[in-house]
């Protein structure tokens, strides 16, 4: 089982539409959760991040974490074009001594 | 403040070369990264300095060494490449090891 699974995608939704990106984790003792958008031939770049049990909203983006489930999701509210990329998950790892543990990512295809 | 420099942008080695990718930041962080990105494999750690002076090794380490030159430099040196070595390779660098990483523009790798 791999630390951090993302469905790799691509998920196509139409523009304006709301996106949801899931992600699940193995390590229970996992503290901090992040979320970061790549785009093509580009670094990295984070959008959000979530320590706590809930939602987080920030503009149109809300994260949500459900530590019980070892899940954590980000919604993307009104897609716009402009947001098709991969979105990767990460997350600090206990075993790993607090290092981050990526996801293999998410295609997201926004369509107008 | 140009965040997290990477050079080069792109290089080809031949099987056997050695090259040293490098990696400054101006945002006076403690803690700097290196990642590899492959396909369907997302982000994996290299290597990482919690602080000048300190190095540790990440997930995948063998064939690779830093070294922390001072605060603002963290170098990469691939020894005797490898065409297992082809790959996209991320700097990254944060206040400490509990917060948010900022990545680099990247440096393409080629190894025939």
């Known amino acids: 089982q791999k630390e951090v699974e993302q469905n790799s995608g691509p998920l196509s939704v139409p523009e304006g539409a709301i996106a949801s990106l899931n992600c699940t984790y193995s390590d229970r003792g996992s503290q901090s959760f992040f979320w970061y958008r790549q785009y093509s031939g580009k670094s990295p770049e984070l959008i959000m991040f979530?320590?706590?049990?809930g939602d987080k909203e920030d503009g149109r983006f809300t994260a949500q974490l459900n530590k019980a489930s070892q899940y954590v999701s980000l919604l993307i509210r009104d897609s716009q074009p402009s947001d098709s990329a991969t979105y990767l998950c990460?997350?600090?790892?206990?075993?790993?001594?607090?290092?981050?543990?990526f996801g293999a990512g998410t295609i997201l295809r926004v369509k107008s | 403040n140009a965040g997290v420099t990477q050079t080069p942008k792109f290089q080809v080695l031949k099987t056997g070369q050695s090259m040293t990718l490098q990696c400054a930041q101006d945002?006076?962080?403690?803690?700097m990264y290196w990642y590899r990105q492959d396909p369907g494999m997302g982000l994996r750690l290299i290597y990482y300095s919690a602080s000048e002076g300190t190095t540790d090794k990440g997930e995948v380490p063998n064939g690779y060494n830093v070294s922390r030159l001072n605060k603002r430099e963290f170098s990469l040196r691939l020894e005797s490449a490898a065409p297992s070595q082809t790959s996209v390779y991320f700097c990254a660098s944060s206040t400490g090891l509990r917060e948010t990483q900022y990545f680099g523009p990247g440096t393409r790798l080629l190894v025939l």
């Open positions: 979530i320590y706590s049990n």
């Open positions: 990460a997350v600090k790892h206990m075993e790993y001594g607090n290092k981050l543990v």
């Open positions: 945002m006076n962080h403690n803690s």
